[in-house]
Nanobody, 120 residues
Framework: QVQLVESGGGLVQAGGSLRLSCAASGSIFSINGMGWYRQAPGKQRELVAAITSGARANYADSVKGRFTISRDNAKNTVYLQMNSLKPEDTAVYYC??????????????WGQGTLVTVSS
């Protein structure tokens, strides 16, 4: 069994910063892409940022220049550094990973979500 555990959400004022972490654990052979998605009330879940196993990153236009995704492959952990936060960044943030289990089964796994609230 594989799980993703997120941390780092909370309440912050506009212009502030937060750092989200997501650690993968369980019967993992390898992790390919990892990413962060978010879902605001009444809206669809959207991709925020993603990173390959080779550290190639891509971002949603709305967060470019403000958010930075990174990963520590030795710790099976992905991070999202969020700077210059805006009220419209308020959402539940979900971690996602494409990985192979130790029996070489391909899996897509989601975290439980962490709430980020940006006050104006």
């Amino acid at each position: 069994q594989v799980q993703l555990v997120e941390s780092g959400g909370g309440l912050v004022q506009a212009g502030g910063s937060l750092r989200l972490s997501c650690a993968a654990s369980g019967s993992i052979f390898s992790i390919n892409g990892m990413g962060w998605y978010r879902q605001a009330p009444g809206k669809q879940r959207e991709l925020v940022a993603a990173i390959t196993s080779g550290a190639r990153a891509n971002y949603a236009d709305s967060v470019k220049g403000r958010f930075t995704i990174s990963r520590d492959n030795a710790k099976n952990t992905v991070y999202l550094q969020m700077n210059s936060l805006k009220p419209e960044d308020t959402a539940v943030y979900y971690c996602n990973a494409d990985l192979q289990s130790i029996v070489r089964r391909s899996l897509e796994v989601w975290g439980q979500g962490t709430l980020v609230t940006v006050s104006s």
